[in-house]
Every structure is written in structure tokens, then in C-alpha cells.
């Protein structure tokens, strides 16, 4: 060993007396001149070490005084002393640490203890609502009965002034129209919640649908369009026209209508049809608006005519929801309209109001637009326009939607076309489900009458009809289960069973029943179809293959074997023959269609044995002519829904066609977001870390297709959604007390995920954990095996952290990094690792972005170094470098990084590094590390160690004086202040007061914070407070003087 190791192990282990450290590294020197790392703060090079040739490490970062070095700092190297104060000519102020006596500090600093008395109270405890419901019994007077009742679902009372019902808000209202008309509003609001409340969540509503509907039935024919040119008649002067020519005028424009001021716009693209209601819808609201209320009729009746037109046949489904949102805002208008005059200035209609509550004036209206509606001479308008306007039966008479409802049904059966029937029944039920859902008879009387016409659709006149057209059949039919859905949907909700069985039954006794079969499954309740699951079999392989494709039927049969559980007895056979049928079907995509939906049914009661055959039976048939590349949202479908009931990885990926199955994902972004979904099950559902290689090895293949799917093109958001996943997979991977196998797997998964920073972070952080695990287990004390892996485990992080591109992340991992290695006795690599630390300060940039903002990176740099000084206490020195020489090091770097010209950064951090010398200066340390020893039990106090670090003291004192100087200015002032308070703060905590030129450097720096009127009264009341209570400390009653001579000065 080199003499100079000798020397470094001596001392670190104790062996070589502090006294003869003097001798020995002159012996070093004398085998080797060392450089002091710590050279560019001082004008010369010189040699490491206490030897006469050249100057001490001790001496780089020193104050100014006769017979030293220049020093970079800025101070002067000669100058007459002046007086302290800090904003005339620098002084020197040397520094003196206040002996600190730690234990007794944390025992005055420690909570005293109280009893707790555990009563009702608690702070977390959940809070009980309360209820108040008070009943007045005499106005007059002051008594009333209160009763309580406590409810978890409590409407604030608060919340009626939301509505407009409180009383100030209607007393408010009597004066103010735009309050009334608000509190009319929110009535309505109100209202309409409470109808639809018969209706509960379980009931899909038509705006569900709504959209499926359009996006499903298109077509690429030329359609066309009646619009109404409208009339100018009578629209001059109307204010001055007597009520009799009012209502002459208004006759004159619906026979105007009648007699055909249309213009027919012919061939005109879906797109364009589409625009022309939307047009017609908007025409209708302004018509409206301006009080053209006959014009806003002739829309309606207009647009409730092209309901009789099947011209293009395949387009009849979307136009029917088009034309019925222009009835339902022209229903809403109208009532509104009525509603509105059973306001009165005092008060608002009810919530459940009656017919009596209505005044004359809103039932004459009323009146006159069922009267009006009455007189259009075609059936369909006259029937869609009524309907639309059922709710205003609500005026007239308590039984008038009752009444009017199987009036209504009746005239359906004047509807010739079945397909324009069913889509008026539909509507009907829809109308009846919005404003009487407790009326069921009407609707049960709806279902069969359209059994009884069901035969029609079989009929000559259709086949007709669907000849002209140039339609088929297996095209024509799928036309009707949207209205039939509806209608059964609302028939049999809420009913009782023993309806459901007699309308299966009526169906049952029909032939060709395929279409009513599929409208039965899709609209009756999911536990009701399982429980008769191999009676609907029968009655499919019965059904007519020619008309309703058999596929369709047990795809609708499998939705509801997915929400319910059929007989146990009955689940194999169940599933044997379906997948009969499934498996003969030669298009790819009325299979994977019917697949999709049973593979749910496989996994839920079957073992992997079953899902891997029916698994294989997909592969079978979507292979060839590469038919998986047209049903990629279908597989996507299926692995989610097998690894939604498979949470056990290792036997998901025992399957042994799951993985051939992924393989059939060839486009990279749908094989990607496959990955995703495989890895989010698998952080959700994995409990406990695994070591299974057959789980490794396909989460690893895994995650490298979705790391290889990242390039330059590729979202922050996307990189950070991976990252997330992977790491999720990187924490649940544990080999146990094989530590060595881990590192291996940490090691091919930083080949492998290497484009992705968050993950090698991850990496690092695992890691460094595995060395602390080992640290744990070795209890400290680690043998030759377990040395040389968790130095292993430093090379992996040491090699590893250049690598990543975010400069703070380098720097806390590199800190973090180094307090593993120094927790494990590495001393030479944690040096390695503070020095690479050191080095990178000087490359952080001015502005950094953070979530998308640039933003100042001084603040994050100041962050780090606090942390890294409280490292720096415990870091033993390198005998080689000299004293201190991590701490001149960063200070060297401090000096010379660029800070920001109205940055006070830089003296805080000065700041924080007095704090970190006057800990190095006790006696004992505050803390440390088992097993390393620290500068205070390698120097032991010794007179030079502490000689040299109260000299560096007062180096960073005078930067810190001299940066206060120079913020004399105006525009300055308060920041003089505020660091000044700052830096008296710091002397008080750190610094022995009773030197006098310390204490006299307080004073000042007291008087400066308070010179211009800057600090804060508060705080410098509460500050010479505490210097007042700690002065009664036995050991701090030279406190006392000091707080004679701090005067609190007023801002005047």
C-alpha cells in the first residue's frame, strides 16, 4: 500500500492520532505532490497538505489578512479597518460558532405532553346532518312544536335561494320581471325533474340512442325536401288589427299552406338533408321568437310530412329522429308558452299543479292549439303534432292525457306502411314514457296492435314496395328494431312477470319471429332472458334463416348472459350451441361480431381450458386474408374482456393462445394501446411482487413493444403514460433475498426501456433501494460479498445518471446516489458521486421548463444545495484533498455561476453555508451515519480544523456584507432589509454574541433592517421578544445586553 493510502486508511479508521496528522501527510506529500482540487480560489497553484511548500487548502477560501494568498471572493486583501457598520467600508468581523448542546435544545423543544379526553368530539370524526323541520301554530305568537330527524341525504337549506323559491327571492320577484321570469325558470326546472323522477336511472333514455341511430342508417341516394316559402300576407301593420281579422288573417295563412306555398328541393345529399332540418329547426325557434306563431305551426305540419315519405327507405330510421327533435322543441314551446301565463305577478304555478290552478286565459290557448292541430286534414302531421303537445292536456282536465293517449293508438291503425307505424308508435311511447309512465295500458295496448299488423311486414305490399326500391329483405328489416326496441323497452319496465311471459308467448305463436325474437332480448330485463336462456335457443333455431340472420339473434342472446348468470345446469349446453352456430359462419365480421360478445360469457364461468379453445377458434378465423386487420376494435374488445376476469397473470398467461392472439395485432398503434390496457390491469390487480418467469417474460415483451412504440413524433403525455405503466411493472417485479438476480433484471431493463427517462429514474431509485435492502440485512456491517455487490449497485446509478437529460433530476439522484454509497461505507465512490454534482451546478440554465413553463431555475438550485450542504455535515474529509474541500469545491462553483443581476439567491445560499460550518464546528454533530465517521470524530475539535472553518466563516460573512452594500439604493431597500434581518436571524441562531464585534455586527445589521422603514413591525416585535426569552437560558444571559441596544424604530 502507498503511503499516502496508509495515511488515508489510518486516519479514517482511527488508528493515526489527529497529532501526528501533521508529520504523515508531509510523509505523503513527500512520496506524492497532490493538487488541491480547490485551486481556483487561490492565485497560485499549491500542494496539498500541511508541508511548507506552498499554501494550505485551508487558506483558499480565507479572509483577507496580511501574509496570505489573494482571495477570489472580492474582499480587499489590505484596507484600513473602519467602523462595523455594514454600509460603510467593510470591517472584519471574525466568526465565533455558538456551542450548541443538541439534546437539550430537542427536550425545551418538545411538545408538552396533555392528557386527551376521549368524548364525543374527535376531529375526524364524521359530521352528522341534522334536519330541522319546524311547524308553526301560532303566527302571532312565538310558540312552535320542532321535530328532528337525522338524514344522511339532507337538502341544504341553504340551496332554495339556488331555485328561486325562497321567500326573499319571491317577494323580490313581485317587483322585478327578470326575477319573476328567473324564479318561473328554475320552477320549470324543477319541475321537469320531478316528472321524469317515475323514471328511474335503470331506464335508457331516447337521447342514448339518439346518436347510434344517425351514425348506423345513412345513405348515399339523393334525397328531397319540401320547404315552406312562407307568406307575407297580413305581416304589416298586424299590431293595429282588430282580434276578428286577426283570427280571418291567420285562417287565410294555413289555407295559404294548404294550397301548396312549398318549393321541393330535389336531389340533395344525406349532408344536405340534414342541414335543410337544422334550417327548419332554427326557422321554427325565430319564428317563435317574433311571435309568428302560425308560421312556427306550417314548420311542424311540414316537417311531420315528410314522415309518410319512404322514398328512400334506408334513410326512414335517422330521418325520423331528426323530424322529432323539431316536435319536441315546438312541444316544449307551446307549453311553455301556456305555463307562462299562469304566472302572475305573486305567484308561480306549482310543481304538481291541477287544472284549477290554471287561469281562463291559459286554458283558452290551450284550447286553441288542439283546435288548430285538429283541423290539419292528414293523418300523420295531425297525429305527430298532437302528440307532441300531449303535456297541455295538464290545463284542460286531470283525465285528459289518459284520454287522449288510446285516442291517439287508435289513429296509428289508420297508418298503412308498417315501417311509418312502428316508428308512430315509437314516438307515441316515447311521449307517454315522458308525461305518463304510470299509464302502462296504453302502451301494453300499442305492442299488440303492432303484433296483430306484424304480418304486413311479410305482406305483398311491402315486397312491392321493396322491389321498386331496389331493396332486399336481410336490408329492409333491420330498419325496424330501433322503434321496436323502444317500444318494447318501455313496455317492460317495471313489469310484471307475468306480462313479459304473455308478450314472449304472443311472439312465440307469430312465424318469422326472428325480428320480434331480437327486439324481445334486446328490451327485456337481462335476469329474465337468462333464466329462459334455453328456451330462447329453441325459439332461434326455429326462427327463419332467411329474413333475420340467426348470428344477430344469439349476439343479442350473449349481451344478456353477459349482465346475468343463467342456470348453472344450463351454462355448457348454452355455450355449445351458440358457438355451433358461431363457428360455421363465413364472414369474418358477422363472426368476430358474435365472438366478441360470447368470449365475455366463456371467461366469466369457464376455465382457461374454454377461453383458450374458443381464443383459437378467433385466431382460426381471422387469419386468413388477413381479416383481423378489419376488426381490430372487436379484438380489442376481447382482451379486455379476458383480462378483466382473469386478475391471476400467471394463469392468463399459461392460456396458451393469448399470446399468438396479440400477435394479431399488426397496426402498432392499436397493438400499443393493447399493451396499455394488458399493463394497467396488471398494476391493478397484482397484489403481491412476483418472480414468475412466465409472467416476466411476457410483461417484459410487453413493455418493450410499447417502449420501441416511442419516437421524436411521440406526446409528452404519451411518454408519460408509458413510463407510469412500466414503472408499475418494475416495482411488482421482486426476486426476494436473491439480490443479485435483481440487479440483473434492473440491468437488461435499463438496455431495454433506455428511451424513456422516467423509467431509468425509476430504475436508479430501485436500485439504490436494493442496496439499502442489503445494507438492512447485513445489519451494517457487510462482508466482502455484499461490499462489492452494493459497490456494484453504486456503478449501476454512477453509470446510469449521465444519461438522463433533466439537469435537476441528475443532481438529486447524484445526491441521493452518493447518501446510498455513504450509508454503505463507500466513501470514495460517494466522493465521486458529490463531486459529479458539483461539476453539473455550473450547467444549470438560467430558465428551465416546468409542466410546460419556462420558469426561473435559481429557486430549484437553492432547494438542492440546502439539501446537499445537510449531506456535506456528515461527509468525512479525504485526507489527500485537504480540509473542507467538498464544502471549497461548491463554493468555488457558487462564486462563479451566473447569477441573475436582482437575484438575492446567491447570499442565501451563503447563507445556508454559514449554517453548515458552525454545525461542522461542534463538537458533536447533529447527526450521523452508522459506521462512518465524521470530521468531529476525525479532527476532534482540533484547534486548526476549527481555526480554518471559522476563517471560511468569515470569507462567506464578508460576500454576504458586501452584497448588502451594495443593494443601498432605493429601488434596493427592502431587499436590504429583508436580508439583513435574514443574516441577523443567522447570526443569532449560529453564532457565539458574546464576542464583542459579532455582537456589535448584529446591532448594525438590526439598526440596517429597520433603517428605512422596510421591516415589518410584527416581526421585529416578536424577534426582540424571543431574544428576550432566551436571554433567561442560564447560558444566554449576555443576551440581555444585546437586547438593551435593539431599538424598535417606527416607520416615521
Not at 297541455?392 to 285528459?400: D, I, R, V
Request: overall charge neutral; proline content about 4%; hydrophobic content about 40%.
Amino acid at each position: 500500500m502507498a503511503p499516502a493510502e496508509v495515511v488515508t486508511h489510518a486516519v479514517r479508521s482511527g488508528e493515526l492520532p489527529l497529532t501526528s496528522m501533521a508529520s504523515a501527510e508531509n510523509e505523503a506529500c513527500a512520496v506524492r505532490s497532490v493538487a488541491c482540487p480547490s485551486q481556483a480560489w487561490r492565485l497560485q497553484k499549491v500542494l496539498c497538505g500541511r508541508c511548507g511548500a506552498g499554501s494550505c487548502p485551508s487558506q483558499t477560501w480565507r479572509q483577507r489578512g496580511a501574509g496570505r494568498g489573494g482571495v477570489r471572493m472580492g474582499s480587499r486583501a489590505d484596507g484600513p479597518r473602519t467602523s462595523g457598520h455594514v454600509t460603510g467600508k467593510m470591517a472584519v468581523f471574525p466568526w465565533h460558532s455558538r456551542n450548541r448542546n443538541y439534546k437539550a435544545e430537542f427536550a425545551s423543544c418538545r411538545l408538552e405532553a396533555v392528557p386527551l379526553e376521549f368524548g364525543d368530539y374527535h376531529p375526524l370524526k364524521p359530521i352528522t346532518v341534522t334536519e330541522s323541520k319546524t311547524k308553526k301554530v301560532n303566527r302571532k305568537g312565538s310558540t312552535s312544536s320542532t321535530s328532528s330527524s337525522s338524514s344522511s341525504s339532507v337538502v341544504d337549506p341553504l340551496s332554495s335561494v339556488l331555485d328561486g323559491t325562497d321567500p326573499l327571492s319571491m317577494f323580490a320577484a313581485t317587483a322585478d320581471p327578470a326575477a319573476l321570469a328567473a324564479a318561473m325558470d328554475s320552477s320549470r326546472r324543477k319541475r321537469d325533474r320531478d316528472d321524469n323522477s317515475v323514471v328511474g336511472s335503470d331506464f335508457e333514455p331516447w337521447a342514448n340512442k339518439r346518436g347510434e341511430i344517425l351514425a348506423r342508417y345513412t345513405t348515399t341516394e339523393k334525397l328531397s325536401i319540401n320547404l315552406f316559402m312562407g307568406s307575407e300576407k297580413g305581416k304589416a301593420g298586424t299590431a293595429t288589427l282588430a282580434m276578428s281579422e286577426k283570427v280571418r288573417t291567420r285562417l287565410e295563412e294555413l289555407d295559404d299552406f294548404e294550397e301548396g306555398s312549398q318549393k321541393e328541393l330535389l336531389n340533395l345529399t344525406q349532408q344536405d338533408y340534414v342541414n335543410r332540418i337544422e334550417e327548419l329547426n332554427q326557422s321554427l325557434k325565430d319564428a317563435w321568437a317574433s311571435d309568428q306563431k302560425v308560421k312556427a305551426l306550417k314548420i311542424v305540419i311540414q316537417c311531420s310530412k315528410l314522415l309518410s315519405d319512404t322514398s328512400v327507405i334506408q334513410f326512414y330510421p335517422s330521418k325520423f329522429v331528426l323530424i322529432t327533435d323539431i316536435l319536441d322543441t315546438f312541444g316544449k314551446l307551446v307549453y311553455e308558452r301556456i305555463f307562462s301565463m299562469c304566472v302572475d305577478s305573486r305567484s308561480v304555478l306549482p310543481d304538481h299543479f291541477s287544472p284549477e290552478n290554471a287561469n281562463d286565459t291559459a286554458k283558452e290557448t290551450c284550447l286553441n292549439w288542439f283546435f288548430k292541430i285538429a283541423s290539419i286534414r292528414e293523418l300523420i302531421p295531425r297525429f305527430y303534432v298532437e302528440a307532441s303537445i300531449l303535456k297541455c292536456n295538464k290545463f284542460l282536465s286531470k283525465t285528459g292525457i289518459s284520454e287522449c293517449l288510446p285516442r291517439l293508438t287508435c289513429m296509428i291503425r289508420g297508418i298503412g306502411d308498417p315501417l311509418v307505424s312502428v316508428y308512430a308508435r315509437a314516438y307515441l311511447c316515447r311521449v307517454g314514457m315522458e308525461v305518463a309512465p304510470h299509464l302502462k295500458e296504453t302502451l301494453n295496448k300499442n305492442f299488440f296492435d303492432f303484433l296483430l299488423t306484424f304480418k304486413q311486414i311479410h305482406g305483398d305490399t311491402v315486397q312491392n314496395q321493396l322491389v321498386v326500391q331496389g331493396v332486399e329483405l336481410p336490408s329492409y328489416l333491420p330498419l325496424y328494431p330501433p322503434a321496436m326496441d323502444w317500444i318494447f323497452q318501455c313496455i317492460s319496465y317495471h313489469a310484471p312477470e307475468a306480462l313479459l311471459t304473455e308478450m314472449m308467448e304472443r311472439c312465440k305463436k307469430l312465424g318469422n319471429n326472428a325480428l320480434l325474437l331480437n327486439s324481445v332480448m334486446s328490451a327485456f330485463r337481462a335476469e329474465f332472458i337468462a333464466t329462459r336462456s334455453m328456451d330462447f335457443i329453441g325459439m332461434i333455431k326455429e326462427c327463419d334463416e332467411s329474413g333475420f340472420p340467426k348470428h344477430l339473434l344469439f349476439r343479442s342472446l350473449g349481451l344478456n348472459l353477459a349482465l346475468a348468470d343463467p342456470p348453472e345446469s344450463d351454462r355448457l349446453q348454452i355455450l355449445n350451441e351458440a358457438w355451433k352456430v358461431i363457428t360455421k359462419l363465413k364472414n369474418p365480421q358477422d363472426y368476430i361480431n358474435c365472438a366478441e360478445v360470447w368470449v365475455e360469457y366463456t371467461c366469466k364461468h369457464f376455465t382457461k381450458r374454454e377461453v383458450n379453445t374458443v381464443l383459437a377458434d378467433v385466431i382460426k378465423h381471422m387469419t386468413p386474408d388477413r381479416a383481423f386487420e378489419d376488426s381490430y376494435p372487436q379484438l380489442q374488445l376481447i382482451i379486455k374482456k379476458v383480462i378483466a376476469h382473469f386478475h391471476d397473470f400467471s394463469v392468463l398467461f399459461s392460456v396458451e393462445k393469448f399470446l399468438p392472439f396479440l400477435d394479431m395485432f399488426q397496426k402498432e398503434s392499436v397493438r400499443v394501446e393493447v399493451c396499455k390496457c394488458i399493463m394497467d390491469a396488471f398494476i391493478k390487480h397484482q397484489q403481491e411482487p412476483t418472480k414468475d418467469p412466465v409472467i416476466l417474460n411476457a410483461l417484459l415483451h410487453v413493455c418493450k413493444t410499447m417502449h420501441d412504440s416511442v419516437n421524436a413524433l411521440t406526446l409528452e403525455d404519451e411518454k408519460r403514460m408509458l413510463s407510469y405503466l412500466i414503472n408499475g411493472f418494475i416495482k411488482m417485479v421482486s426476486f426476494g433475498r436473491d439480490f443479485e438476480q435483481q440487479l440483473s433484471f434492473y440491468v437488461e431493463s435499463r438496455s431495454m426501456f433506455c428511451n424513456l427517462e422516467p423509467v431509468l429514474v425509476q430504475l436508479i431509485h430501485s436500485v439504490n433501494r436494493l442496496a439499502m435492502e442489503t445494507r438492512k440485512v447485513m445489519k451494517g456491517n457487510h462482508s466482502r460479498k455484499t461490499a462489492a455487490f452494493v459497490r456494484a449497485c453504486v456503478a449501476y446509478c454512477f453509470i446510469t445518471i449521465p444519461s438522463l437529460a433533466g439537469i435537476f433530476t441528475r443532481l438529486n439522484l447524484y445526491l441521493h446516489s452518493g447518501q446510498v454509497a455513504l450509508a454503505n461505507q463507500c466513501l470514495s465512490q460517494a466522493d465521486a458521486f458529490f463531486k459529479a454534482a458539483i461539476s453539473l451546478v455550473p450547467e444549470v440554465p438560467k430558465m428551465i421548463n416546468i409542466d410546460g413553463k419556462m420558469r426561473p431555475s435559481e429557486s430549484f438550485l437553492l432547494e438542492f444545495l440546502c439539501n446537499f450542504f445537510s449531506t456535506l455535515l456528515i461527509v468525512p474529509d479525504h485526507p489527500e484533498h485537504g480540509v473542507l474541500f467538498l464544502v471549497r469545491e461548491l463554493l468555488n462553483v457558487i462564486q462563479d455561476y451566473t447569477w441573475e443581476d436582482n437575484s438575492d439567491e446567491k447570499i442565501r445560499i451563503y447563507t445556508c453555508v454559514l449554517h453548515l460550518l458552525s454545525a461542522m464546528s461542534q463538537e458533536t454533530y447533529l447527526y450521523h451515519i452508522d459506521k462512518v465517521d465524521s470530521n468531529d470524530s476525525l479532527y476532534g475539535g482540533d484547534s486548526k480544523f476549527l481555526a480554518e472553518n471559522n476563517k471560511l466563516c468569515e470569507t462567506v460573512m464578508a460576500q454576504i456584507l458586501e452584497h448588502l452594500k451594495t443593494l443601498a439604493k432605493d429601488e434596493a431597500l427592502k431587499r436590504q432589509s429583508s436580508l439583513g434581518l435574514s443574516f441577523f436571524n443567522s447570526i443569532l441562531a449560529h453564532g457565539d454574541l458574546r464576542n464583542n464585534k459579532l455582537n456589535q455586527l448584529s446591532v448594525n445589521l438590526w439598526h440596517l433592517a429597520q433603517r428605512h422603514g422596510c421591516a415589518d413591525t410584527r416581526t421585529m416585535v416578536k424577534t426582540l421578544e424571543y431574544i428576550k426569552k432566551q436571554s433567561k437560558q442560564p447560558d444566554m444571559t449576555h443576551l440581555t445586553e444585546l437586547a438593551l441596544r435593539l431599538p424598535l424604530q417606527t416607520r416615521t
